[in-house]
């Protein structure tokens, strides 16, 4: 299969600690995104990267959330000291850099439940 | 950013059209529409885009108005399988999506 992978689908964890995920994209895309959705609402938008340059964060990205994409391949979201209303689907999204079309592939998301 | 406004839900009997509208009055003139959908618990599916001119491919149409201010998908055949979230976006990178229609078809 081809298409964006996300590691791990589900994860519980306690408040206070410290989770990351896993984003691999479609190999040859070159932008990777990140959204975060909570129940009843549509995606937020968090972060992209075009290769391994972090181009735009949102004001949701707190200073507790960190992503990186080292090599311009996969990338990672950590999350420091969650909190409860850190809960929600973490999407991962990869685009292949065109002149006019950013079409955004996604991934299948990682469920964060933070107790 | 343009903001786009959406009906909260739709229901659509099976075989029937589907037409969702969507208003975008802010719209910049190179700023595409993208229609995305997204089935319960998985990530979110696009279907199509356009800038001025009317769109179609094998999921859907996608019909803008001359003045860019709104535009409608139409699911031409709606199936059981079309019931999810349709998203109507205007940026591009780092999509603001909205709440979306949450289309249901019935049998």
């Known amino acids: 299969d081809t298409g964006v992978s996300q590691d791990p689908r589900h994860k519980i964890t306690k408040r206070g600690q410290n989770v990351t995920f896993r984003c691999d994209p479609i190999?040859?895309?070159?932008?990777l995104y990140w959204y975060r959705q909570t129940l009843g609402q549509g995606p937020e938008f968090l972060t992209y990267?075009?290769?391994?340059?972090?181009?735009?964060k949102s004001r949701l990205l707190s200073d507790r959330f960190s992503a990186e994409r080292p090599k311009g391949s996969f990338s990672t979201l950590e999350i420091q000291r969650t909190e409860q209303g850190d809960s929600a689907m973490y999407l991962c999204?990869?685009?292949?850099?065109?002149?006019?079309?950013?079409?955004?592939?996604f991934g299948p998301g990682t469920r964060l439940t933070v107790t | 950013d343009a903001k786009t406004t959406q009906p909260p839900s739709m229901d659509c009997a099976e075989g029937r059209a589907a037409n969702l509208p969507c208003n975008h009055s802010t719209i910049s003139g190179n700023e595409y529409v993208y229609w995305y959908r997204q089935i319960h618990s998985q990530g979110p599916q696009y279907i199509i885009h356009?800038?001025?001119n009317n769109e179609t491919n094998e999921m859907a149409s996608l019909i803008i108005t001359e003045d860019r201010k709104s535009s409608t998908l139409i699911l031409p055949h709606a199936t059981l399988r079309d019931t999810a979230v349709y998203y109507c976006?205007?940026?591009?990178?780092?999509?603001?999506f909205g709440a979306g229609t949450r289309l249901t078809v019935k049998p």
């Open positions: 999204a990869s685009s292949l850099e065109a002149s006019e079309t950013y079409e955004q592939y």
């Open positions: 356009g800038l001025k």
């Open positions: 190999s040859e895309h070159n932008r």
């Open positions: 976006i205007v940026r591009v990178m780092g999509m603001r």
């Open positions: 990267f075009q290769n391994e340059a972090q181009l735009e």
